[in-house]
């Protein structure tokens, strides 16, 4: 139901666009976010956004730097990463912020920063 991919390995200071397709017919009516999980860490909320698109919300540690955004028509939520830094190493994940809409988090796609 929740299918991320586009990361990968990349140099501090480089963009990436993660991409997540969802198939849920109700796709148009769920808030969606970026989640991230860390070696040892906690999986953490990086970025939301509002089921029309109009509202986005952040952590800290990402603002200004990642952008979600999402195309209802085609089901997909996305993450423009700029100014990665090596903290951002990470798997990444799509899911409603409810976390009620699906079963379980679905594939995650790994992001490496380099130094």
């Known amino acids: 139901q929740l299918q991320a991919f586009g990361g990968g390995l990349v140099q501090a200071g480089g963009s990436l666009r993660l991409s997540c397709v969802v198939s849920?017919?109700?796709?148009?009516?769920?808030?969606m976010g970026w989640y991230r999980q860390a070696p040892g860490k906690q999986r953490e909320l990086v970025a939301g956004?509002?089921?029309?698109?109009?509202?986005?919300t952040y952590a800290d540690s990402v603002k200004g730097r990642f952008t979600i955004s999402r195309d209802n028509a085609k089901k997909t939520v996305y993450l423009q990463m700029n100014s990665l830094k090596p903290e951002d190493t990470a798997v990444y994940y799509c899911?409603?912020?409810?976390?009620?809409?699906?079963?379980?988090w679905g594939q995650g796609t790994e992001l490496t920063v380099s130094s």
């Open positions: 956004i509002s089921n029309g698109g109009s509202s986005t």
């Open positions: 899911r409603d912020t409810a976390m009620k809409f699906f079963n379980s």
């Open positions: 849920r017919s109700i796709f148009s009516l769920i808030d």
